[in-house]
Each structure stands twice: as structure tokens, then as C-alpha cells.
Antibody, heavy 116, light 110 residues
């Protein structure tokens, strides 16, 4: 069974940092592009970032470019999102997603709250 | 990276058909076949229901269908059922090598 389990969310002050992890199992992690997608409370889905299957290429939404870094460890089947200089508007549930398109599978999400 | 445009809400009675539109530009929806649709029930993670405009993953009902014309993609749900009540989001690849979601559409089954 394909599983994606996010962790690392929590309460952080504005300007702070947080590192999200997504542990995966049940599929060949190194074969897939992986994404982070977020959803603010009561709002819609927003794409955040993606990383190529071998980690050689990354892309970011303008709203997080320069502050967030996506990475992966194919030996550990784990995806990461390093979030720096956090702002109140980064408050959201962050989903780890295998592919956006064919084969897409979503984790259950981890809540990040940026507040003083 | 503006969000794709979807109607905020649509509604229909059981057994009826509804269509949700997703309008972008030639730099996203109009330029690529990589349009997908997701269904999200309250408190749950989104679930893929269509990919590459009109392809259904295994296990998704054939009541869900998709199409695209120009810069607008569409999701049609036929034979509406109570369980279809959910939020629906479109997603597209863009010419900037990023992805973009629509603002979401709340489907109410009357």
C-alpha cells in the first residue's frame, strides 16, 4: 500500500524556521517527482514546490522562492521542506504529494501555524 | 502564477449532470495536456479523479469525465450522487515549469 506520512509541523513565530519531512513507503520513491502543496484554513489548494525523481531539479512558487528549500533522500524514501523566514501567511496544512497528474497520491498533511 | 479560474460553487440534484470549468491561459491550461482534477471531502486529503485532461485513474467512476477547449478545461459529473458533494480543484502545468491550482469549486448535491 502506498503511504505518505508528513511530520514536523507545529507552532512557530514569524521569522522562524521549520523542517517538514514526508516518509514514504509502498512504491519506488526514486521514480517519482514529489511535490509540496499547502492549504490555508478554509482556503483552496496552493502548489508550493516540486523536486525531480533524482533530486537534480527543483521548482518553487513565487510566494516561497528564496525562503523554502525542497529536497529528498532517495536512500531513506523521504521528502523534505525546509521553511525559513516564515510569515503568518504561510500558515496552512502542508501536503506531501507523489506526482500531480497520473499516479498522484497525497499524504494526510501536517499543520504549520505561524503566530506570535 | 495566478490561480486558474473556477466557479466558487455549483449545485445539482441527484441524477443530474453538472460541469465545472477551469480557465487559464495559453501558458498553462491552453498550452499543455497536463490538466488534472482533484476531489476533496471536508477534513480529508484531496484525491485524483482525472489526469491529462480526460483520463480516469483506476477505481474512479466513469461518471467523471473531462475535456479541454482552448484555455478552458472542464470536469463533468453525470448521474450526480450524494457522495459527490465535495470541493473540486483543477491543476495545470505551466510554461514556467511550475504548477498552478484553480481556486476550487464547492459542489452541493441538492
Amino acid at each position: 500500500e502506498v503511504q505518505l506520512v508528513e511530520s514536523g509541523g507545529g507552532l512557530v513565530q514569524p521569522g522562524g524556521s521549520l523542517r517538514l519531512s514526508c516518509a514514504t513507503s509502498g512504491f519506488t520513491f526514486s521514480s517519482y517527482w514529489m511535490h509540496w502543496v499547502r492549504q490555508a484554513p478554509g482556503k483552496g489548494l496552493v502548489w508550493v514546490s516540486r523536486v525531480k525523481n533524482d533530486g537534480s531539479s527543483t521548482n518553487y512558487a513565487d510566494s516561497v522562492k528564496g525562503r523554502f528549500t525542497i529536497s529528498r533522500d532517495n536512500a531513506k524514501n523521504t521528502l523534505y521542506l525546509q521553511m525559513n523566514s516564515l510569515r503568518a501567511e504561510d500558515t496552512a496544512v502542508y501536503y506531501c504529494v507523489r506526482s500531480l497528474g497520473e499516479g498522484s497520491v497525497w499524504g494526510q498533511g501536517t499543520l504549520v501555524t505561524v503566530s506570535s | 502564477q495566478s490561480a486558474l479560474t473556477q466557479p466558487a460553487s455549483v449545485s445539482g440534484s441527484p441524477g443530474q449532470s453538472i460541469t465545472i470549468s477551469c480557465t487559464g491561459t495559453s501558458s498553462d491550461v491552453g498550452g499543455y495536456k497536463y490538466v488534472s482534477w482533484y476531489q476533496q471531502h471536508p477534513g480529508k486529503a484531496p484525491k485524483l479523479i482525472l489526469y491529462d485532461v480526460s483520463n480516469r485513474p483506476s477505481g474512479v467512476s466513469d461518471r467523471f469525465s473531462g475535456s479541454k477547449s482552448g484555455n478552458t478545461a472542464s470536469l463533468t459529473i453525470s448521474g450526480l450522487q450524494a457522495e459527490d458533494e465535495a470541493d473540486y480543484y483543477c491543476n495545470s502545468y505551466t510554461s514556467s515549469s511550475t504548477l498552478v491550482f484553480g481556486g476550487g469549486t464547492k459542489l452541493t448535491v441538492l
